[in-house]
């Protein structure tokens, strides 16, 4: 598998990248104090399949193995970092932090993009937490270059958020997109010195995704062996979006939905 993208590929994932993009739009708009979950993975089935395309998460089995992912959009509320499930009788209330993870099949090709919505009134903290993660992205995205390593994405993004003493997940990471959900390269969101670098090249195609928390970096699986949790409680702010490489810098694949 290819990590370089021609120019007609990339073409095509702008496409499919508008289309998530619009999607998660109007899923961020929906996700109100008293909205279901089901509601809202039906939205991005509905909107993908207007649109032609279909949802890359639905069926998705990690490595091949374990429970196939039963929605199109992964709901995780507050100590919920990632791949909270989108099931009948759970509904968003008010206060309560949602992060919106949504990945997309277009033509043969994937994009994926997340984002983290404060339903309501919130304290200062965690209105901090999710303005910082989201800022953590843009600074990552600030590394992006032919030339520069992985690693430089890495830093950034760590020297940002380490300061401000959040929790940065070490047991998830970003990667490449596109030919398929998960690709080479990961993408540490912190310092990875055993790990080895990764120059940069144009034409590949990010996922870049800061998962960070208000307490611990370390997580753990809820008991159905999907939905992954902040070891201590603490709230997980999570933000995402899939960039192409290029000699200058970033070509935005998805655009962003809070924008």
Same mark, same amino acid.
């Given at each position: 598998?290819?990590?370089?993208k021609?120019l007609?590929e ?10 998530l993009s619009?999607t998660?739009r109007?899923?961020r708009k929906?996700?109100?104090a008293?909205?279901g ?7 991005a089935r509905r909107?993908?399949?207007e649109?032609g395309?279909?949802p ?5 089995? *990690?490595? !091949? ?6 929605? %199109? @959009?992964c709901v995780?509320i507050n100590?919920?970092? &990632?791949h +909270? /499930?989108?099931i009948?009788n759970?509904?968003?209330?008010e206060?309560d932090?949602?992060g919106?993870?949504l990945?997309?099949?277009?033509r043969?090709l994937?994009?994926?993009m997340a984002t983290?919505v *404060?339903v !309501?009134r919130?304290n200062?903290?965690?209105r %901090? @937490?999710?303005?910082?993660t989201?800022?953590?992205? &843009?600074r +990552? /995205? ?5 030339g ?6 890495s830093?950034a993004?760590?020297?940002y958020?380490?300061?401000?003493g959040?929790g940065?997940?070490r047991?998830?990471v970003?990667? !490449?997109?596109?030919?398929a ?7 540490p ?10 120059k940069?090249?144009a034409?590949?195609v ?10 611990t970096?370390?997580?753990k699986v ?5 939905t992954i949790?902040?070891?201590?409680g603490s709230?997980?702010?999570?933000f ?5 490489v ?7 694949i998805?655009p962003?939905?809070?924008?």
């Amino acid at each position: 598998m290819s990590l370089i993208k021609t120019l007609k590929e990339i073409k095509t994932l702008k496409k499919g990248g508008k289309i998530l993009s619009k999607t998660l739009r109007a899923i961020r708009k929906a996700c109100v104090a008293g909205a279901g979950t089901a509601d809202l993975d039906a939205i991005a089935r509905r909107m993908f399949a207007e649109a032609g395309g279909r949802p890359s998460f639905l069926g998705y089995r *990690i490595h !091949g193995h374990g429970p196939a992912y039963p929605g %199109a @959009l992964c709901v995780s509320i507050n100590d919920e970092v &990632v791949h +909270g /499930l989108p099931i009948p009788n759970r509904t968003i209330k008010e206060g309560d932090v949602v992060g919106l993870d949504l990945g997309l099949w277009y033509r043969d090709l994937a994009t994926d993009m997340a984002t983290t919505v *404060i339903v !309501g009134r919130s304290n200062d903290q965690v209105r %901090a @937490l999710v303005v910082d993660t989201r800022e953590a992205l &843009v600074r +990552g /995205l600030s590394a992006v270059k032919a030339g520069n390593l992985v690693g430089d994405i890495s830093a950034a993004i760590e020297d940002y958020l380490q300061p401000k003493g959040y929790g940065i997940v070490r047991d998830l990471v970003g990667h !490449g997109v596109g030919h398929a959900t998960h690709e080479d390269p990961q993408i540490p969101n912190y310092r990875e010195p055993h790990a080895p670098s990764f120059k940069l090249e144009a034409g590949m195609v990010l996922a870049i995704e800061p998962m960070v928390t208000l307490g611990t970096w370390r997580v753990k699986v809820k008991n159905d062996q999907w939905t992954i949790l902040t070891a201590d409680g603490s709230m997980a702010a999570h933000f995402e979006v899939t960039v192409a490489v290029t000699d200058k810098g970033f070509d935005l694949i998805t655009p962003w939905p809070d924008a």
